[in-house]
T-cell receptor, first 108, second 118 residues
Framework: EIVLTQSPDTLSLSPGERATISCRASQSVTNTYLAWYQQKTGQPPRLLMYDTSIRAGGNPDRFRGSGSGTDFTLTISSLEPEDFAVYFC?????????FGGGTKVEIK | QVQLQESGPGLVKPSETLSLTCTVSGESINNYYWSWIRKPAGKGLEWIGRIHGSGSANFSPSLKSRVTMSVDTSRNQLSLKLTSVTAADTAVYFCARNRGSRGYLESWGQGTLVIASS
């Protein structure tokens, strides 16, 4: 199965700063079938991006996904207070579907 | 708007069977794929498997030997059974709806904590 490694584990930033989260796959992700989710404490994950770079409905354009092959990135251009959360990547191009370990974006 | 709600015992004894139900409202389960995912405390998300409203399913290879999934279209419910549980199965369990036949998950239930302990 494809192993997804996210880095860093924790990102300590201030509101207004740029966040960059990496998701590296152990083998190429078919068709760039990679999604990102945001999870806040006590809530389920919420779909942010799919197919690497398509924002799911209702998500603001400060969220940007990019990448191909084995290297993918989620960028939040300017952090808003509601963006402090845990972010997970997921590949769905090869069965079984797998997730990254998560990156916590916390307030510095 | 579709809503999903997981339910079931919050405590399961080791070696016994974990049984959960996901009740779906706002949408018929017939025409969608539905997934089960779990998240152990302090760890990442783990995909357990998915099932279509028609009943066809596929599972994570690491859990396949212990997992059963089914649908009850009359009640608009999904069910998950995991046999021979151990402490390693302690996690928050989520049901979620796939986008069409795709593997990403566009709607999630709130999740339910299951603790495997005597």
């Amino acid at each position: 199965e494809i192993v997804l490694t996210q880095s860093p584990d924790t990102l300590s930033l201030s509101p207004g700063e740029r966040a960059t989260i990496s998701c590296r796959a152990s083998q190429s992700v078919t068709n760039t079938y990679l999604a990102w989710y945001q999870q806040k404490t006590g809530q389920p994950p919420r779909l942010l991006m799919y197919d690497t770079s398509i924002r799911a409905g209702g998500n603001p354009d400060r969220f940007r996904g990019s990448g191909s092959g084995t290297d993918f990135t989620l960028t939040i251009s300017s952090l808003e207070p509601e963006d402090f959360a845990v972010y997970f990547c997921q590949q769905y191009g090869t069965s079984p579907v797998t997730f990254g370990g998560g990156t916590k974006v916390e307030i510095k | 708007q579709v809503q999903l709600q997981e339910s079931g015992p919050g405590l399961v004894k080791p070696s016994e069977t974990l049984s959960l139900t996901c009740t779906v409202s706002g949408e018929s389960i017939n025409n969608y794929y539905w997934s089960w995912i779990r998240k152990p405390a302090g760890k990442g998300l783990e995909w357990i498997g998915r099932i279509h409203g028609s009943g066809s399913a596929n599972f994570s290879p690491s859990l396949k030997s212990r997992v059963t999934m089914s649908v009850d279209t009359s009640r608009n419910q999904l069910s998950l059974k995991l046999t021979s549980v151990t402490a390693a199965d302690t996690a928050v369990y989520f049901c979620a709806r796939n986008r069409g036949s795709r593997g990403y998950l566009e709607s999630w239930g709130q999740g339910t904590l299951v603790i495997a302990s005597s």
